[in-house]
């Protein structure tokens, strides 16, 4: 019925008016169902951990002969649980501020070089005790960018350590960063437990996860990927992902790098 051949009088260019309507309508609806599916999965993920805090407390002060030991494994699942609101309640907020284009963003050149050897060298721990392999390669030109350090560091904390979390005993992580005459690349290669196809179009949604369970238990938002796409996308830059189920992933993260007036 949308035939897109050369109109024909009034009638084809009326055809092609209901067409723009109609795909207006959709979008719209489109937006509202994200922003109910938002407000849906938001109360979703508060309301677990903040069962398990009312049960576990509930359980310890209805229980007067908790050994000292389980009531020391309950409270730790309480503290446990209201870290995880907290560490939701904060990506959330982050989120909120890019959206509204409220995020203070301290640009500033800064040294990617150096930004990658303090998060390697932060994240080298966090490998160890998955025992994960993580090295780091910089090529030699890598220049300066523009932009906020502190964001531009979280978000690689983040790409690293999602790569060592998805990434199984014995594996390996390697960062590289190289240079080009107008950006800088980083990519975070893993060989980890890869992503499925048809999840891959979809990780950077928020609250997004392949696996809820294994990323729960691990201690993720499901925020992480959306936030750096966003943080990414304010800084001119842009992130990629690649992966093969089974086999690995590969993170691609670019920044320009500022012309210097001549
Ligand atoms: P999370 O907090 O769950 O890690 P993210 O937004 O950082 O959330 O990532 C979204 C999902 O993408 C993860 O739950 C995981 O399923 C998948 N994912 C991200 N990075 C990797 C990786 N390096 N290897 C395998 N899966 C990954």
């Known amino acids: 019925p949308f035939d897109a051949s050369p109109a024909e009088g009034d009638s084809a260019q009326m055809a092609g008016g209901v067409v723009a309507i109609i795909h207006d309508v959709t979008e719209e609806q489109r937006l509202e169902q994200s922003r109910r599916d938002f407000i849906a999965n938001v109360s979703h993920e508060l309301r677990t951990p903040l069962a398990n805090i009312k049960g576990y407390t509930e359980t310890v002060l209805d229980t007067p002969d908790l050994t000292g030991e389980e009531r020391e494994r309950f409270l730790s699942v309480v503290t446990g649980e209201a870290d995880r609101m907290a560490r939701i309640v904060k990506d959330l907020l982050v989120l909120s501020r890019l959206d509204s284009n409220k995020m203070d963003l301290h640009f500033v050149p800064f040294s990617m070089e150096a930004s990658l050897r303090k998060v390697y060298e932060a994240m080298l721990i966090d490998a160890r005790k998955h025992a994960v392999e993580l090295t780091l390669e910089i090529d030699h030109s890598v220049s300066e960018v523009v932009g906020d350090c502190e964001r531009i560091e979280q978000v690689l904390v983040n790409i690293i350590s999602n ?31 890869g992503i499925p196809k048809e999840d891959l179009p979809h990780v950077f949604e928020r609250f997004y996860r392949v696996d809820k369970a294994r990323s729960r238990a691990a201690g993720g938002t499901g925020l992480g990927l959306a936030i750096a796409k966003e943080m990414v996308e304010a800084h001119g830059g842009s992130i990629d992902i690649k992966s093969r189920l089974g086999e690995g992933t590969e993170v691609f993260l670019t920044f320009p790098v500022l012309q210097r007036m001549i």
Not at 169 to 185: K, L, N, P, T, Y
Not at 187 to 193: A, E, L, R
């Open 163 to 193: 790569a060592v979390k998805y990434t199984p005993e014995g594996g390996a992580v390697r960062v590289e960063a190289e240079q080009s005459a107008d950006a800088v690349f980083v990519k975070v290669t893993d060989n980890g437990i």
